[in-house]
């Protein structure tokens, strides 16, 4: 079992760029979300996704997009990326509601010049 | 909605030595807590976890945690601190019609020999 794998591992974008950050999990689980971790704010979400198909804003979803089209996958969308939005982004998926905790990914560290 | 606050941001021990991380928490009705732990570089894993039944629970690691309701709190106890449990420690709280995990901004161990 792979888990929760997130590509890349490392980017640095320019200001302006958009670029995709990929997640992939292979347990089955209907419940994913996506977090952004900057130092002193601890790990804050983005957007997560209830089954394919079924996307929502979490707590600060501007300037990313995301899209469920498959129970696996769970790409995150940078339209337009901002030096704000240089951090560490990682991916995590569940089982079923929150209860059972998240499996994480090993994250992927963005750097917008 | 669920919340949860980390009193200590960073907290030095000794090899050997006991510990405690403080977690508090704020929710109307019983939460699922979750601890996880962050090494550098690398993404979280779950160290424990409560939902329901037997106020102590022991996770991995040799770690273990003690809900309190009355105190609204899930402290993080283990008996003897090994130099590798140097990293950074976060209490997540999720709620059974809740989608993900509310984060507290982490504490971070320093072990010194």
């Known amino acids: 079992n792979a888990g929760v794998t997130q590509t890349p591992k490392f980017q640095v974008l320019k200001t302006g760029q958009s670029m995709t950050l990929q997640c992939a999990q292979d347990?089955?689980?209907?419940?994913m979300s996506w977090y952004r971790q900057d130092p002193g704010m601890g790990l804050r979400l983005i957007h997560y996704?209830?089954?394919?198909?079924?996307?929502d804003q979490g707590e600060v979803p501007n300037g990313y997009n995301v899209s469920r089209s498959t129970t696996e996958d769970f790409p995150l969308r940078l339209l337009s990326a901002a030096p704000s939005q240089t951090s560490v982004y990682f991916c995590a998926s569940s089982y079923s509601n929150s209860r059972y905790g998240y499996t994480f990914g090993s994250g992927t560290r963005l750097t917008v010049v | 909605a669920q919340s949860v606050t980390q009193p200590d941001i960073h907290i030095t021990v000794s090899e050997g030595a006991s510990l405690e991380l403080r977690c508090n928490y704020s929710?109307?009705?019983?939460?699922?807590l979750f601890w996880y732990v962050q090494s550098p570089g690398q993404g979280l894993q779950l160290l424990l976890k409560y939902f329901s039944g037997d106020t102590l629970v022991q996770g991995i690691k040799g770690f273990e945690a003690e809900f309190k309701r009355s105190q609204s709190s899930f402290n993080l106890r283990k008996p003897s601190v090994h130099w590798s449990d140097a990293a950074e420690y976060f209490c997540?709280?999720?709620?059974?019609?809740?989608?993900?995990?509310?984060f507290g901004k982490g504490t971070s161990l320093l072990v010194t020999p």
């Open positions: 929710y109307g009705a019983t939460p699922y």
């Open positions: 347990m089955n689980h209907e419940y």
């Open positions: 997540a709280v999720g709620a059974d019609s809740g989608y993900a995990l509310n």
């Open positions: 996704s209830v089954g394919a198909g079924i996307t």
